[in-house]
């Protein structure tokens, strides 16, 4: 009897299980629940609620660092504990939060909010405008991107009566003032992008039916989305408005307090922050202009009016190396400050504008540590003096926040994360692995010191849409992995940002097998080293990662002994049409175009899936709530493979989103699930290594 493999290179639109994309469906349904409770029988039980309770109280602990943004002179943090599982929105003061245990004033209970109402809520986001006590929070039920907006009033704690409410889409929104929103919304009739996401920014007044609401620009439905953001910091209020074409390009407008829009004439490929009377670009391609050609991934700074005006005089703030990259760049308080890194290691650069020109010098005074993340303490732009947060830490040390102050040198410990894992004997060192073109792949290596020959190890990576990966402090590996005797290693790969537009470049459409080759060939330097055998390496990937995940399925199943696929993207013939897919198109090619299919069908694990392969054992997992990489792409794989008789665990929680969870637990359950699954595979128990 012939085994089901369908479907395939050969007849890849001849799919039996398009019935699994339908994702309440009652058949579709059914198949979920069975999945789970096979996989829950099999690696539930004690030893799972045991690591499950343990590591949710890790992330349930009071001792947790509380991450702020400043709106007026108020610190806001959401917070999520074991009371508050699905959160508190609550506010202090800089003073008191620079006190060890510091008094703070509830503002809206989630879980009161959420169960009063009957529905699963979570808070998303807040839009607030200075001066006002007037917010619009974003509500997703069970931590979907779709959210209903909500008018809040912040000094009755209460919901407004009649005020700003939209029902549930994929929305954003700004103020304009007190009684107008800028609203970016695909909730409508004809509202919607192919990609899912706003066609349309609308001027939302007060007592307005939105659909009144007046359209002041609107894009085609082939782009990616459009926005608008409300600015304040120039010296009268204007909108900027970024018609997203694709994932990585978008054209600019400015519409000024008479309402008058201009198109900058501006490359697409670029990020563009602006303050005042100054702005600055970092370029995707090199960009020729007035008899000058700069190069890609160059910061170049102007004055705004100089630029309208027809001035193309930049100046140049930043230029790029073949490992030395822009990782972002933001204002506060009329300086601009740039996140580089140069040999994976951070730096941080402030430019600071005038008539006489751009001065620059490197922010000093933060320590030589892994991973350093900076960014404005207040949310709005206009009310910035200047003062930024900094966190700090490494695989080994837990995250400091640090408060680094205008005019101040040295940067003030605010909070310090607890230590969740016993690092003795443990190290971290930097490798470089060699790719199937000779490219060299960096990758960090944590754990036991002269670990050689048979270390259970836990790999992951991501390498798409110029994302850099960093080795940051990971209380769940470092608790269930690390502590108990095992090895993690996470990879540099091409399509991430690590070194700039060339890397991310590399791993980006046909060159994404590329970024696939160079995991398996760290999976191959680990065993050259004497580290460890194949079989003992359990690998991890989600979301872009779950494509990675599924190649080294079909492509390498001899360099890996277990395989974790979370929320992932596999199928690669349909994932334009479903939920967000449109979206990543500048990321992987059309599969509606023929030549584009030719290479989208190389790394399409779904249709390269086939009978009598050596495949490793793999648990697919996603969450129903995900309304960004659909649920489909899970379940059909793990179908496809089960039909074929391999070893394919699925698991889909209701709740969770485009992540593990709604609340910590789930999230603690979802990953402990994981780790049980790959131990279990690679055969190691606990302790053993």
């Known amino acids: 009897m012939s085994l089901d493999n369908r479907p395939t290179l050969s007849a890849p639109d001849d799919d039996p299980w398009l019935w699994l994309e339908d994702i309440e469906g009652a058949r579709a349904l ?46 806001h943090n959401l917070w999520k504990d074991t009371t508050h599982p699905r959160g508190l929105w609550r506010r202090t003061t800089l003073a008191e939060f620079r006190r060890a245990d510091p008094a703070w004033e509830t503002m809206l ?14 808070l998303s986001q807040i839009a607030t405008i200075p001066g006002s006590s007037r917010a619009i929070l974003s509500l997703s039920r069970g931590g979907s991107d779709a959210v209903t907006l909500r008018e809040f009033d912040i000094g009755t704690k209460t919901f407004v009566v009649d005020g700003f409410t939209l029902p549930e889409a ?42 009144q ?21 120039g010296s009268a209020p204007r909108v900027w408005i970024v018609d997203q074409i694709d994932f990585f390009n978008h054209a600019i407008w400015l519409r000024d307090a008479a309402g008058t829009t201009t198109k900058l004439d501006l490359p697409t490929g670029i990020w563009m922050q602006a303050h005042g009377d100054w702005f600055a670009i970092k370029l995707r391609t090199d960009w020729s202009v007035e008899g000058r050609t700069y190069v890609t991934d160059t910061v170049l700074g102007i004055s705004l009016s100089t630029f309208i005006a027809g001035g193309r005089d930049f100046a140049i703030l930043f230029e790029p190396g073949p490992r030395r990259a822009l990782q972002g760049l933001f204002w506060a308080a009329g300086k601009l400050v740039l996140s580089i890194l140069d040999e994976l290691k951070p730096r941080f650069e402030i430019c600071t504008p005038s008539a006489s020109g751009w001065s620059r010098k490197t922010l000093g005074g933060l320590p030589h540590i892994g991973v350093i993340d900076i960014w404005p303490l207040d949310r709005h732009s206009s009310e910035s003096n200047g003062d930024l947060l900094a966190n700090v830490q490494d695989p080994l040390t837990p995250p400091s926040l640090m408060l680094i102050e205008r005019g101040v040198e040295s ?44 270390a259970p190890v836990y790999m ?64 191959a330097d680990l065993v050259r080293r004497g580290v460890t055998r194949p079989k003992r390496i359990a690998a991890q990937g989600g979301s872009n990662g779950g494509i990675l995940i599924t190649n ?11 395989l974790f696929c979370t929320i992932p993207l596999i199928d690669m013939r349909r994932y334009t049409k479903l939920l967000a897919g449109a979206s990543w198109i500048a990321e992987y090619g059309d599969p509606d175009k023929p030549e584009e299919w030719e290479w989208l069908k190389t790394y399409s694990a779904y249709h390269n899936a086939k009978p009598g392969q050596p495949y490793p054992p793999i648990l697919i997992a996603t969450t129903r709530r995900d309304d960004r990489v659909h649920p489909g792409h899970a379940r059909k794989m ?52």
């Open 30 to 75: 059914d198949f979920v629940e069975r999945q789970n409770s096979l996989t829950l029988d099999r690696f539930g039980g004690a030893a799972f609620e045991r690591d499950r309770d343990a590591l949710a109280a890790i992330y349930d602990r009071p001792d947790n660092i509380p991450y702020v943004s400043r709106r007026g002179t108020d610190l």
């Open 109 to 122: 209970d989630i879980d009161q909010l959420a169960a009063r109402e009957g529905e699963d809520w979570l």
């Open 170 to 211: 994929k929305s954003g929104v700004d103020w304009l003032d007190a009684d107008t929103l800028l609203l970016s919304s695909a909730y409508g009739e004809g509202m919607a992008t192919s990609s899912g996401y706003a066609r349309t920014v609308r001027l939302w007044r007060r007592g307005q039916p939105v659909d």
């Open 213 to 233: 609401a007046q359209t002041i620009i609107e894009t085609t439905a082939d782009h990616m989305m459009i926005y608008g953001m409300s600015d304040n910091t």
């Open 411 to 454: 940067p003030t410990v605010l909070k310090q994360a607890p230590k969740t894992f016993n690092a003795d004997g443990l190290v971290v060192t930097q490798h470089e692995a060699i790719s199937v073109d000779g490219e060299r792949i960096p990758y960090v290596q944590t754990g036991p010191a002269g670990v050689a020959g048979d």
């Open 460 to 523: 992951t990576a991501y390498g798409g849409f110029g994302l850099a990966v960093k080795p940051q402090y990971n209380s769940s590996l470092g608790k269930l992995w690390l502590e108990r005797g095992g090895t993690i290693v996470q990879a540099n790969l091409r399509g991430g940002g690590e070194f700039g537009t060339r890397w991310h470049d590399a791993g980006r459409f046909a060159g994404k097998k590329l970024s696939h080759d160079d995991f398996a060939a760290v999976a």
């Open 552 to 562: 080294m399925l079909v492509r390498y199943p001899e360099r890996f002994g277990a």
């Open 638 to 689: 793990a179908a496809k493979l089960q039909a074929m008789g391999y070893e394919a665990w699925f698991y889909e929680p209701a709740a969770g989103g485009h992540g593990y969870g709604k609340d910590n637990k789930e999230r603690a359950g979802f990953e402990v699930l994981g780790y049980q699954f790959l131990k279990d595979k690679i055969g190691w128990r606990d302790g053993e290594a």
